[in-house]
Protein backbone atom coordinates (compact mmCIF):
# COMPACT_ATOMS: atom_id res chain seq x y z
CA UNK A 1 0.00 0.00 0.00
CA UNK A 2 2.73 1.85 0.58
CA UNK A 3 0.94 5.11 2.49
CA UNK A 4 -1.55 4.57 -0.59
CA UNK A 5 -4.37 5.04 2.23
CA UNK A 6 -3.27 8.95 2.95
CA UNK A 7 -4.53 12.04 0.82
CA UNK A 8 -1.08 13.73 0.24
CA UNK A 9 0.45 16.10 -1.89
CA UNK A 10 1.25 14.34 -5.25
CA UNK A 11 5.13 14.16 -6.77
CA UNK A 12 5.63 13.96 -10.79
CA UNK A 13 7.31 10.94 -11.77
CA UNK A 14 11.49 11.17 -13.23
CA UNK A 15 12.61 12.67 -15.24
CA UNK A 16 11.14 15.75 -13.30
CA UNK A 17 11.40 19.15 -14.50
CA UNK A 18 10.21 20.68 -11.47
CA UNK A 19 10.40 19.45 -7.80
CA UNK A 20 14.01 18.39 -8.07
CA UNK A 21 16.17 16.91 -5.43
CA UNK A 22 19.75 18.09 -6.29
CA UNK A 23 21.95 16.30 -3.77
CA UNK A 24 25.74 17.23 -2.70
CA UNK A 25 28.03 14.13 -2.98
CA UNK A 26 30.79 14.68 -1.55
CA UNK A 27 32.50 11.21 -1.59
CA UNK A 28 30.51 8.51 -1.33
CA UNK A 29 31.53 5.09 -1.51
CA UNK A 30 29.79 2.36 -3.77
CA UNK A 31 27.70 1.02 -0.84
CA UNK A 32 26.47 4.72 0.40
CA UNK A 33 25.82 5.31 -3.35
CA UNK A 34 23.68 1.92 -3.35
CA UNK A 35 22.03 2.86 0.32
CA UNK A 36 21.23 6.29 -0.93
CA UNK A 37 19.66 4.50 -4.31
CA UNK A 38 18.10 1.72 -2.19
CA UNK A 39 16.17 3.95 0.23
CA UNK A 40 15.62 7.21 -2.07
CA UNK A 41 16.99 6.63 -5.49
CA UNK A 42 13.18 8.27 -6.72
CA UNK A 43 13.56 10.93 -4.92
CA UNK A 44 17.02 12.30 -6.29
CA UNK A 45 17.05 13.76 -9.53
CA UNK A 46 20.64 14.83 -9.97
CA UNK A 47 24.06 14.43 -7.90
CA UNK A 48 26.74 16.79 -7.60
CA UNK A 49 30.19 15.08 -7.21
CA UNK A 50 31.34 18.20 -4.87
CA UNK A 51 33.88 20.62 -5.74
CA UNK A 52 36.93 18.88 -7.14
CA UNK A 53 36.06 15.75 -5.77
CA UNK A 54 36.01 13.96 -9.19
CA UNK A 55 39.49 14.56 -9.67
CA UNK A 56 40.55 12.46 -6.98
CA UNK A 57 38.17 9.89 -5.72
CA UNK A 58 39.33 6.17 -6.58
CA UNK A 59 35.64 4.90 -7.35
CA UNK A 60 34.97 7.73 -9.94
CA UNK A 61 34.23 5.11 -12.86
CA UNK A 62 32.36 2.82 -10.74
CA UNK A 63 30.26 5.30 -8.94
CA UNK A 64 29.25 7.10 -12.55
CA UNK A 65 28.40 3.67 -13.90
CA UNK A 66 26.10 3.10 -10.91
CA UNK A 67 24.69 6.33 -10.80
CA UNK A 68 24.27 5.79 -15.04
CA UNK A 69 22.49 2.36 -13.95
CA UNK A 70 19.67 4.44 -11.99
CA UNK A 71 19.45 6.95 -14.74
CA UNK A 72 20.65 9.55 -12.30
CA UNK A 73 22.57 12.66 -14.09
CA UNK A 74 25.75 13.22 -12.30
CA UNK A 75 27.58 16.95 -12.42
CA UNK A 76 30.69 17.74 -11.38
CA UNK A 77 31.22 20.32 -9.08
CA UNK A 78 31.21 24.26 -10.14
CA UNK A 79 34.79 24.83 -8.86
CA UNK A 80 36.09 21.93 -10.84
CA UNK A 81 34.73 24.32 -14.05
CA UNK A 82 36.44 27.39 -12.67
CA UNK A 83 39.33 26.18 -12.50
CA UNK A 84 39.80 24.89 -15.80
CA UNK A 85 38.60 28.49 -16.93
CA UNK A 86 41.05 29.88 -14.70
CA UNK A 87 43.72 27.68 -16.59
CA UNK A 88 42.63 28.20 -20.08
CA UNK A 89 41.93 24.10 -19.41
CA UNK A 90 38.19 24.12 -20.67
CA UNK A 91 39.03 22.48 -23.83
CA UNK A 92 40.24 19.69 -21.40
CA UNK A 93 37.45 19.41 -19.27
CA UNK A 94 35.10 19.08 -22.59
CA UNK A 95 37.09 16.10 -23.42
CA UNK A 96 37.02 14.33 -19.88
CA UNK A 97 33.23 15.08 -19.85
CA UNK A 98 32.62 12.98 -23.08
CA UNK A 99 35.31 10.36 -21.91
CA UNK A 100 33.49 9.68 -18.79
CA UNK A 101 29.98 10.27 -20.32
CA UNK A 102 28.71 13.08 -18.13
CA UNK A 103 25.90 14.78 -19.47
CA UNK A 104 25.76 17.77 -17.59
CA UNK A 105 27.83 20.50 -16.66
CA UNK A 106 27.80 23.24 -13.82
CA UNK A 107 29.29 26.74 -14.88
CA UNK A 108 29.79 29.17 -11.69
CA UNK A 109 31.99 32.19 -11.00
CA UNK A 110 31.58 32.22 -7.13
CA UNK A 111 35.20 31.71 -6.66
CA UNK A 112 37.17 33.25 -9.47
CA UNK A 113 36.68 36.76 -11.52
CA UNK A 114 34.83 35.94 -14.53
CA UNK A 115 33.72 38.96 -16.62
CA UNK A 116 29.82 37.94 -17.05
CA UNK A 117 30.25 38.02 -21.01
CA UNK A 118 32.82 35.25 -21.03
CA UNK A 119 30.58 33.16 -18.76
CA UNK A 120 27.71 33.78 -21.14
CA UNK A 121 29.79 32.77 -24.23
CA UNK A 122 30.81 29.73 -22.16
CA UNK A 123 27.22 29.02 -21.30
CA UNK A 124 26.47 29.05 -24.88
CA UNK A 125 29.23 26.94 -26.03
CA UNK A 126 28.53 24.53 -23.36
CA UNK A 127 24.71 24.27 -24.64
CA UNK A 128 25.40 23.05 -27.82
CA UNK A 129 26.60 19.43 -26.05
CA UNK A 130 25.73 19.17 -22.97
CA UNK A 131 22.61 20.23 -20.18
CA UNK A 132 23.84 23.53 -18.40
CA UNK A 133 23.67 24.20 -14.94
CA UNK A 134 24.71 28.01 -14.22
CA UNK A 135 25.31 28.85 -10.84
CA UNK A 136 24.64 32.86 -9.93
CA UNK A 137 25.87 33.88 -6.26
CA UNK A 138 29.18 34.68 -4.70
CA UNK A 139 30.84 32.01 -2.49
CA UNK A 140 32.46 35.16 0.02
CA UNK A 141 29.41 35.88 2.56
CA UNK A 142 30.86 39.82 2.71
CA UNK A 143 30.30 39.89 -0.69
CA UNK A 144 26.43 40.92 -1.34
CA UNK A 145 24.72 41.96 -5.11
CA UNK A 146 22.17 44.00 -5.32
CA UNK A 147 18.63 41.68 -6.29
CA UNK A 148 18.22 43.68 -9.51
CA UNK A 149 22.23 42.15 -10.15
CA UNK A 150 20.79 39.00 -9.38
CA UNK A 151 17.99 39.25 -11.72
CA UNK A 152 19.97 40.36 -14.42
CA UNK A 153 22.52 37.82 -14.46
CA UNK A 154 19.72 34.93 -14.31
CA UNK A 155 17.92 36.17 -17.40
CA UNK A 156 20.77 36.34 -19.48
CA UNK A 157 22.36 32.65 -18.22
CA UNK A 158 19.07 31.88 -18.88
CA UNK A 159 19.09 33.31 -22.29
CA UNK A 160 22.61 31.68 -23.37
CA UNK A 161 21.35 28.15 -22.56
CA UNK A 162 21.49 27.15 -19.06
CA UNK A 163 18.56 24.96 -18.04
CA UNK A 164 18.55 25.67 -14.61
CA UNK A 165 20.02 28.46 -12.93
CA UNK A 166 21.28 27.58 -9.11
CA UNK A 167 21.06 30.45 -6.87
CA UNK A 168 24.34 30.37 -4.95
CA UNK A 169 24.59 29.36 -0.83
CA UNK A 170 27.67 27.58 -0.29
CA UNK A 171 27.00 23.02 0.95
CA UNK A 172 26.61 25.31 4.68
CA UNK A 173 23.95 28.13 3.34
CA UNK A 174 25.25 30.81 4.61
CA UNK A 175 25.98 32.64 1.82
CA UNK A 176 24.48 33.84 -1.48
CA UNK A 177 20.64 34.20 -0.88
CA UNK A 178 21.08 33.44 2.78
CA UNK A 179 22.48 35.39 5.43
CA UNK A 180 25.93 34.59 7.42
CA UNK A 181 23.54 32.90 10.05
CA UNK A 182 21.57 30.63 7.49
CA UNK A 183 18.24 33.31 7.49
CA UNK A 184 16.75 33.20 3.57
CA UNK A 185 17.25 36.73 1.98
CA UNK A 186 13.39 36.85 1.64
CA UNK A 187 13.25 40.19 0.03
CA UNK A 188 16.39 38.95 -2.81
CA UNK A 189 14.17 35.73 -3.67
CA UNK A 190 10.79 37.59 -3.90
CA UNK A 191 12.21 40.14 -6.35
CA UNK A 192 13.79 37.49 -8.34
CA UNK A 193 11.24 35.63 -8.43
CA UNK A 194 8.58 37.97 -9.22
CA UNK A 195 10.54 38.68 -12.46
CA UNK A 196 12.07 34.95 -13.14
CA UNK A 197 9.36 31.92 -12.79
CA UNK A 198 10.90 29.76 -9.73
CA UNK A 199 10.95 26.55 -11.65
CA UNK A 200 13.46 27.44 -13.98
CA UNK A 201 15.66 27.95 -10.31
CA UNK A 202 17.52 25.64 -8.37
CA UNK A 203 18.00 27.03 -4.62
CA UNK A 204 20.54 25.93 -2.84
CA UNK A 205 19.20 24.70 0.42
CA UNK A 206 21.05 22.42 2.68
CA UNK A 207 19.43 23.25 5.94
CA UNK A 208 15.96 22.07 6.90
CA UNK A 209 14.80 25.46 7.91
CA UNK A 210 15.51 26.70 4.74
CA UNK A 211 13.82 23.71 3.09
CA UNK A 212 10.66 24.17 4.81
CA UNK A 213 10.86 28.02 3.78
CA UNK A 214 10.92 27.31 0.04
CA UNK A 215 8.52 24.46 0.07
CA UNK A 216 6.21 27.07 2.07
CA UNK A 217 6.65 30.17 -0.32
CA UNK A 218 6.99 28.48 -3.41
CA UNK A 219 5.26 24.84 -2.47
CA UNK A 220 6.28 21.39 -3.08
CA UNK A 221 7.75 21.68 -6.59
CA UNK A 222 10.23 23.99 -5.95
CA UNK A 223 13.97 22.63 -6.92
CA UNK A 224 16.30 22.29 -3.95
CA UNK A 225 19.91 21.87 -4.35
CA UNK A 226 22.61 20.73 -2.18
CA UNK A 227 21.02 18.37 -0.30
CA UNK A 228 22.95 15.95 1.85
CA UNK A 229 22.56 11.97 0.58
CA UNK A 230 21.16 11.65 4.37
CA UNK A 231 18.44 14.38 3.81
CA UNK A 232 16.60 13.20 0.80
CA UNK A 233 14.62 11.36 2.52
CA UNK A 234 14.13 13.44 5.24
CA UNK A 235 13.25 16.19 2.36
CA UNK A 236 10.82 14.25 0.72
CA UNK A 237 8.74 13.67 3.55
CA UNK A 238 8.73 17.90 3.76
CA UNK A 239 7.59 17.43 -0.08
CA UNK A 240 4.80 15.24 1.22
CA UNK A 241 3.48 16.59 4.15
CA UNK A 242 4.89 13.75 6.17
CA UNK A 243 6.85 16.00 8.50
CA UNK A 244 5.50 18.22 11.21
CA UNK A 245 7.04 21.34 9.56
CA UNK A 246 5.02 20.79 6.66
CA UNK A 247 2.15 18.61 7.44
CA UNK A 248 -0.58 20.94 7.45
CA UNK A 249 -0.21 20.88 3.56
CA UNK A 250 -1.43 17.21 4.07
CA UNK A 251 -4.32 18.19 6.65
CA UNK A 252 -8.02 18.43 5.26
CA UNK A 253 -9.37 21.63 4.37
Not at 50 to 76: C, F, M, S
Not at 159 to 188: C, N, P, Q
Request: zero cysteines; proline letters at 4%.
Amino acid sequence: MTGSFLDLPQRGGKPRRRGLTHVLDRGLSLAQVDGLIEVAGDAVDIVKLGWGTAVVTQNLEAKLARYRDHRIPVVLGGTLTELAIAQERVDGLVAWLRELEITHVEVSDGTIRLPHARKLALIERLAADFTVLSEVGSKDAEQIMAPYVWVEQIEAELAAGAWKVIAEARESGTAGIYRADGEVRMGLIDEIAHVVAPERLLFEAPQRAQQVWFLRRFGIDVNLGNIAPDDVLSLETLRRGLRSDTADTAMPR
